[in-house]
């Protein structure tokens, strides 16, 4: 995934998660990419996600719940609740340091 997109391919992004509603890593990746744009838009895709994700659970990764806690720690830190945003960030580091992966390290430890 991506740190960052062009406007052109979160409008592509849009248009693949409208083309297939069950398409939960291009509406993980659109949370994502909508986290600094619109916030309340990164939110509700990430809902979506979530809600998803608890009726399939054999298809979730532990990797799609710390994008979503990371989502969720950028949006609360944009909206200066940087106490609750560093909290959950803190939490994102330790389950990501237990599955041995550091990919999404490096995002909680800038919030």
């Not at 849009?14 to 509406?27: H, K, M, P, S």
């Not at 959950?88 to 340091?97: D, I, T």
């Amino acid at each position: 995934m991506d740190f960052f997109a062009t406007d052109e391919e979160v409008a592509r992004l849009e248009y693949l998660v409208t083309q297939d509603q069950n398409d939960i890593a291009g509406l993980l990746a659109l949370a994502w990419q909508l986290r600094q744009r619109d916030c309340q838009r990164a939110l509700a895709c990430a809902q979506q996600v979530e809600t998803w994700l608890h009726k399939q659970p054999t298809l979730a990764h532990p990797l799609h719940h710390l994008r979503l806690s990371l989502v969720r720690a950028e949006t609360l830190w944009l909206a200066a609740q940087l106490e609750t945003a560093a909290a959950l960030g803190s939490q994102v580091l330790q389950q990501s340091a237990s599955l041995l992966n550091a990919s999404p390290q490096s995002d909680p430890q800038q919030i």
